[in-house]
């Protein structure tokens, strides 16, 4: 069975430019979430997604950063202006579905470095 | 108060012994309780998850739940340098929303 794949693996880029990351999660995983890591820390929620509902994104920092999940499966997270804050691993997720014995299994993340 | 709270680190072990981790948690009505390990540059890799009071064991692995104390632990039997890695504990409550630790950085020494 196919992991959850995410691109790119690495992006460096200047402060005040925009960048976008994608996700496709484990087939017939419902429910999809974007973490950000930085280093030295655990992962922290960004946004959860169920089907392409958003369930939580109390801890987005809607201001600049943006995520879709067009038709269920596939997702897009934004970061639009990047500030120096937002260098860290970007995180993609899947569960069967949002229940709270469900288990979360990862991506490989994308690496962000932001100059 | 963070919600999930780890030491840090490092936890240095000989080759062949028990590495005990701990973790700890602030939301009384969690309910699922996930380790993660994570080797230096990859992504968080499960290796187990407990629900219920008391110990689960699956190969050198043994989860430990303690709801009354809000605690939670791991055990790794027979360390070996591969078992080298930062464990994150991950502690589900209702509304489904996963809290990390920060994670304990563990050396095991051949």
């Known amino acids: 069975e196919a992991g959850v794949a995410q691109s790119p693996r690495y992006k460096i880029i200047e402060k005040r430019q925009s960048v976008a990351f994608w996700c496709n999660p484990i087939?017939?995983?419902?429910?999809l979430y974007w973490y950000q890591q930085i280093l030295g820390q655990g992962p922290k929620l960004l946004i959860q997604?169920?089907?392409?509902?958003?369930?939580?994104d109390s801890q987005l920092p809607k201001d600049r950063f943006s995520a879709e999940r067009l038709k269920g499966v596939d997702s897009t997270l934004k970061i639009q202006p990047a500030k120096l804050e937002d260098s860290a691993v970007y995180l993609c997720?899947?569960?069967?579905?949002?229940?709270?014995?469900?288990?979360?299994?990862f991506g490989p993340g994308t690496r962000l470095t932001v100059l | 108060q963070k919600e999930v709270e780890q030491n840090s680190g490092p936890l240095s072990v000989p080759e062949g012994a028990i590495a005990s981790l701990n973790c700890t948690y602030s939301?009384?009505?969690?309910?699922?309780f996930f380790w993660y390990r994570q080797y230096s540059g990859k992504s968080p890799e499960l290796i187990m998850s407990?629900?219920?009071?008391g110990d689960k064991e699956d190969g050198r692995f043994t989860a430990q739940l303690n709801k009354a104390s809000q605690y939670v632990s791991l055990l790794i039997r027979d360390s070996q340098p591969s078992d080298s890695a930062t464990y994150l504990c991950?502690?589900?409550?209702?509304?489904?929303?996963?809290?990390f630790g920060g994670g304990t950085r563990v050396l095991v020494k051949p």
């Open positions: 939301d009384r009505v969690s309910q699922s």
């Open positions: 997604f169920q089907n392409n509902g958003v369930v939580d």
């Open positions: 997720a899947s569960s069967l579905a949002g229940q709270v014995y469900n288990e979360q299994f």
């Open positions: 087939s017939g995983h419902a429910t």
């Open positions: 991950a502690v589900k409550a209702a509304g489904n929303k996963l809290t």
């Open positions: 407990i629900y219920s009071n």
